[in-house]
């Protein structure tokens, strides 16, 4: 790792399935000193165990060994260092995989292993200890799948502090790498609490890797380059302050305003964002223009941690099936339902012959006619849709019938049935199981050159008082005459998921505006406006460092994840639906307003 006043972290992967081309782009072009790569979301854990239990040599992230191995010697060369979750539920392989990679290339590196995020086998402690599900209550499944705590940044350092080029990890939580970095390099302390959430921030930016210099972001017409979109770097001083940019001459578009939508990007409480290292506030962090494509973040706030690791579970809840067909004419909507229930019908009658149970779950969206989205407010006529039909069942065999059944319906049925692609085939039903569990029960260790050394985590405190963090001073709104107009005209928002609860952010596009959108986007109002989606509870978080508000809608993505049957289970699209709600503007403030992209397609 270079030595200098400031370090250079570069985001290369975000899931598993990112473009591997972001790796080269930033050790070729990024002059970076670290590359941090995220590649497991909350259920890919199961889908790496079932893998690793047909082949002991594999579960996890491949992609990882085959971005890296082109790229060995110049990462030897340019002394970048690698920081990877890829291990998933098997570091050891991945580490192995990776070793004959530079075997193969020439090139000697010293390659970690952090260990002790598997619980598993501890599944008859967790079990005697009577834990619930963190969101719901519910007792802890009798037979799980994995079993992971999100481990923190210690170990990590660890194993940089004992020479490590490249350091593999299970379960880790996605910023805990880039803060790693940062802890290794400026030797900050565990307690320095304030630098722990600033560089948490800086790994909680970079772990979406291209959601932060464009990608998704509100006013999509304005960013340029999709097809060669630049990657992240956090160019990160040592007071935890950074800036953002991208390598020169790539695509896309870092401002203030996409900085912010990736920061409140599926974070619950902004002023008591919950890690392993510390507990964060960025309710009153600042995103400053530095320059063309470049942003400064500064203002993130810390505490001491809880002695808890969260730990998150997955279970087989049976099978789904879910497929599409297409409907052309006057009267498509209606068509698209009669064929859909007609083929849950006959199915049900079959199964039932067969002996077996009716459907667990049964799902019917008509993508086209705007009703699984916006609910009684669609606009409910279309002359053509997309059929989308799902259903879960205990028993595969049942889903099996199904998916013979859902053809015959393309000469059986309405006129201008088209679309079909074969049988659908069935799939498991993870569900997510989330709980704490004490740090001092996960034993984590780090491997490096055949030696394993435990790593000893100091104590946490006490779960303390939840902080209040910054909130708005009185608003001022602009008197006189108003005009009713879509709240994208004065707001950008993002939205994503945690299980069944959305998150959904919502931020002034300048200043003046965030007491309006406190104002009338209540959470309330926010509630009725998914009262065809959420369930549960809506709570509504202030975050006026980035004039923002963060709504956190429980119950709302039906089981979210494998468990639902929705065609967004993941919530990206509620953003796009609250930005569509009426908001009352002065007229004062009307030549401040974003109108929105009509005629950008035409242009």
């Not at 001073?473 to 008197?479: Q, Y």
Request: hydrophobic residues 45%; charged residues 20%; neutral net charge.
């Amino acid at each position: 790792m270079q030595s200098s006043q400031y370090l250079r972290i570069g985001g290369a992967c975000a899931f598993w399935g990112d473009s591997n081309k972001g790796v080269e782009q930033l050790v070729r072009r990024g002059n970076c000193d670290v590359l941090v790569f995220d590649y497991l979301a909350e259920l890919t854990l199961s889908i790496m165990a079932g893998a690793r239990a047909k082949n002991p040599e594999l579960g996890y992230a491949s992609d990882f060994v085959s971005a890296v191995a082109p790229l060995l010697k110049d990462i030897k060369a340019r002394k970048t260092t690698l920081l990877s979750n890829a291990g998933g539920m098997n570091p050891q392989a991945c580490a192995r995989a990776l070793r004959k990679a530079c075997e193969a290339a020439g090139v000697t590196l010293r390659i970690a292993v952090v260990e002790g995020d598997d619980l598993l086998a501890q599944q008859a402690a967790v079990q005697g200890a009577d834990v619930t599900e963190l969101f719901s209550g519910a007792p802890l499944p009798d037979v799980l799948t994995s079993m992971n705590a999100y481990l923190g940044a210690l170990p990590v350092v660890d194993a940089l502090r004992r020479g490590a080029d490249v350091v593999i990890t299970g379960r880790s939580v996605d910023s805990s790498l880039a803060l790693a970095a940062l802890v290794h390099h400026f030797n900050w302390s565990f307690t320095d609490y304030d630098r722990l959430a600033a560089a948490s921030l800086v790994g909680h930016i970079l772990e979406c890797t291209t959601q932060t210099t464009g990608g998704l972001f509100t006013d999509w017409w304005k960013v340029p380059g999709w097809d060669n979109m630049g990657y992240p770097i956090a160019e990160c001083d040592a007071d935890g302050s950074f800036v953002l940019s991208k390598p020169e001459g790539t695509g896309g578009l870092i401002t203030p305003l996409v900085v912010a939508e990736q920061m409140l990007y599926e974070v619950t409480d902004p002023s008591n964002y919950l890690l392993p290292d510390v507990i964060c506030d960025f309710s009153a962090v600042t995103i400053a223009t530095a320059g063309d494509n470049k942003v400064r973040v500064s203002g993130a706030r810390g505490r001491a941690p809880t002695p808890q690791y969260k730990v998150s579970a997955t279970w087989l809840d049976g099978w789904r099936l879910s497929t599409t067909l297409t409907f052309v004419g006057t009267d498509a909507i209606a068509m698209g339902k009669r064929a859909a229930q007609a083929i849950f019908e006959r199915s049900r009658r079959l199964i039932a012959e067969a002996g077996l149970a009716d459907f667990t779950e049964t799902h019917i969206e008509v993508l086209g006619s705007e009703v699984p989205s916006f609910g009684e407010q669609a606009k409910q006529a279309a002359r053509e849709v997309v059929v989308r039909l799902s259903a879960r069942h205990r028993d595969q065999s049942a889903l099996r019938i199904l998916a013979v059944e859902i053809s015959p319906m393309g000469i059986m049925g309405a006129p201008g049935t088209t679309g079909f692609s074969g049988r659908p085939k069935v799939s498991p039903v993870y569900r997510l199981f989330s709980f704490m569990w004490d740090k001092q029960r996960v034993p984590v260790t780090v491997e490096i050159d055949g030696e394993r050394e435990a790593v000893t985590l100091a104590q946490s405190a006490p779960p303390g008082a939840t902080a209040a963090g910054q909130r708005y001073d009185a608003p001022v709104i602009a008197a006189g005459s108003r005009r009713t107009m879509p709240l994208s005209a004065i707001a950008v928002a993002r939205s994503g998921d945690k299980g069944d609860t959305a998150h959904l952010a919502v931020i002034a596009r300048k200043p003046q505006f965030a007491p309006l959108i406190g104002e009338q986007l209540t959470a309330q109002a926010v509630a009725l406006w998914f009262a065809h989606l959420a369930r549960g509870t809506v709570t509504r978080y202030e975050v006026p460092g980035v004039n923002a508000y963060n709504f956190v809608l429980e119950q709302s993505l039906g089981g979210g994840g494998a468990a639902s049957l929705r065609n967004d289970p993941l919530g990206k699209t509620l953003s796009q639906v609250v930005l569509c709600h009426p908001v009352s503007v002065p007229a004062a403030w009307l030549a401040d307003t974003d109108a929105g992209y009509e005629g950008v397609v035409a242009q």
